[in-house]
């Protein structure tokens, strides 16, 4: 059983910092592409960023400059450094990932967590 699980959300200032954490647990062989997406109320899931198994990313143009994703692979943790927060970054923010759980990776299986809020307001 594989599990998905972020942290690292709460309430924050306008300008503050967060960072979330995306932690995959479970029988796995390999992590690899990983995503963060929010969805905010009443608004549909968006895209925040991605990164590769070998590290390359992308942004959503909201958050470039201000957001940086990164992975541990030895932990099987991707991060979301969310610096320069805005009211409209409020949102619940899931994390996805295609995880091999089986060797030689064959087949990969996507997998989202269950989601973390962030608050963003004075």
């Known amino acids: 059983q594989v599990q998905l699980v972020e942290s690292g959300g709460g309430l924050v200032q306008p300008g503050g910092s967060l960072r979330l954490s995306c932690a995959a647990s479970g029988s796995i062989f390999s992590l690899n592409d990983i995503g963060w997406y929010r969805q905010a109320p009443g608004k549909e899931r968006e895209l925040v960023a991605t990164i590769t198994s070998i590290g390359t990313t992308n942004y959503a143009d909201s958050v470039k400059g201000r957001f940086t994703i990164s992975r541990d692979n030895a932990k099987n943790t991707v991060y979301l450094q969310m610096n320069g927060l805005k009211p409209e970054d409020t949102a619940v923010y899931y994390c996805?990932?295609?995880?091999?759980?089986?060797?030689?990776?064959?087949?990969?299986?996507?997998?989202w967590g269950q989601g973390t809020q962030v608050t963003v307001s004075s």
């Open positions: 996805k990932a295609y995880i091999c759980i089986d060797y030689g990776c064959p087949t990969t299986y996507r997998y």
